[in-house]
């Protein structure tokens, strides 16, 4: 374990533990939020924060900003992201990130990472901890996304952390089946079903408000990724939602835009063009944050894409999701999704079978627990402020019998 002179004294470890929670986008912001301030109010343990990729990117907003105006200090901010999607450009932003994250935690000497999920910064910032023998806490590892890179993303987290905090058992099994001790190995739930359960959500008018649009009679909120390993072409994939979304010119459309991955600006530049010639019933935000995304989702008919919030979190809202192609393959999904393949004919009868009275019942009915209960964050948070760090850092392989 990595001894610092400001957290240690004369007989070992103080009370206070640094615990230095790294995100790179406002989604991923809104995830950790709750964990996030559980830190920063705990004696026992004191926050620090760092803020990369998109959220210093004035193309998706300087999100940073959401993080200092909640009342947060961020310690170090690392630039890393740079414009361009490409192949290269994402391999070339994370080999920045690399170099920011080393000198970020060589200043700031954090006894323990927190990192969420599978996007190429959390790769960098477990690389540079690894190095630097700095433990990891990893939060949704064990999952599955046959699509995208980000599959073997996560897995590489997992075999650099010491700490996993999964979203259901299945998923713990599996970080187990990685070589990982199950005593490391928790199920905590999804803490995307935190804030659903502690926020005060916007009501419609409210929700109109903030986004300086009117809902119709029928509503759809969008959101897609592209498939990065999928050898199709990121703009057919869209052309074809959209082209399914006009079939139903009787629904308003909220969208929100891709994060920053491989040809997720193509995604967008579609989007801009298709609200553009559709601006009386049509609206995109680059990201509406976590408040105003789960008030969309509780003021729309149906969640339309390939996120793997219609899979966690719009169930538990018991809201019926259509999710397209083969993105979140893999994950553990309830009788609320429906899987379709990207034609846009599959896509028109999935949305319909999603309207269909019985299935909206069916929404109302299904297990809406299958992440958990909300009471996430409250569980890392006892496990982050109590597991004995010095023993973390020499990991062995645990073989399944």
Do not use: W
């Not at 002179?5 to 533990?17: D, I, P």
């Not at 760092?50 to 200090?73: C, K, N, W």
């Not at 909120?221 to 399914?244: C, F, I, K, N, W």
């Not at 999904?333 to 009275?357: M, Q, V, Y």
Request: glycine share 8%.
């Amino acid at each position: 374990m990595r001894l610092y002179a400001h957290n240690y004294g004369l007989f070992g470890e103080s009370s206070v533990r640094t615990i230095c929670v790294v995100t790179g986008s406002r989604a991923e912001y809104g995830l950790l939020y709750p964990l996030i301030k559980l830190i920063a109010d705990d004696i026992e343990l004191q926050l620090q924060l760092v803020a990369t990729g998109m959220h210093l990117s004035p193309e998706f907003g300087l999100t940073y900003r959401q993080i200092e105006a909640d009342g947060f200090v961020i310690d170090a901010k690392v630039e890393m992201l740079l414009s361009s999607d490409t192949p290269v450009g994402i391999t070339k932003s994370m080999g920045l990130g690399l170099i920011g994250f080393a000198d970020a935690f060589e200043r700031l000497k954090p006894d323990l990472i927190v990192l969420l999920g599978d996007r190429f910064e959390a790769m960098a910032a477990a690389q540079a901890a690894m190095v630097a023998n700095i433990p990891i806490a990893h939060l949704h590892g064990g999952e599955s996304t046959e699509g995208v890179i980000d599959e073997a993303i996560r897995h590489s987290i997992t075999k650099m952390s010491h700490l996993h905090f999964t979203s259901t058992e299945p998923y713990r099994q599996r970080v187990i089946q990685l070589g990982e001790q199950p005593e490391h190995v928790y199920n905590v739930g999804a803490i995307g079903l935190d804030n659903i359960r502690n926020l005060m959500l916007l009501d419609r008018s409210a929700f109109e408000q903030s986004i300086d649009f009117k809902l119709g009679r029928l509503n759809f909120l969008v959101t897609y990724h592209p498939l990065s390993l999928s050898g199709q072409d990121a703009e057919q994939q869209m052309e074809r939602l959209l082209a399914a979304l006009d079939h139903f010119e009787q629904a308003n459309i909220v969208f929100t835009k891709p994060n920053a991955d491989t040809n997720g600006r193509i995604i967008g530049q579609l989007i801009d063009k298709y609200t553009a010639a559709r601006n009386e019933r049509v609206v995109c935000h680059t990201s509406l944050g976590q408040l105003r995304y789960l008030s969309a989702i509780s003021h729309v008919d149906v969640v339309i894409g390939n996120s793997s919030s219609g899979i966690i979190e719009v169930p538990y809202m018991n809201k019926p999701t259509v999710n397209i192609g083969r993105r979140q393959d893999g994950r553990v999904k309830g009788l609320s999704i429906i899987d379709c393949d990207d034609s846009t004919g599959e896509i028109i009868r999935a949305i319909n079978k999603a309207l269909s009275p019985d299935f909206r019942q069916l929404c109302n009915q299904a297990n809406s627990s299958m992440y958990g209960d909300g009471q996430t964050a409250e569980r890392i948070i006892e496990v982050l402020r109590s597991v004995p760090l010095d023993r973390l850092l020499i990991k062995s392989f645990y073989t399944m019998t």
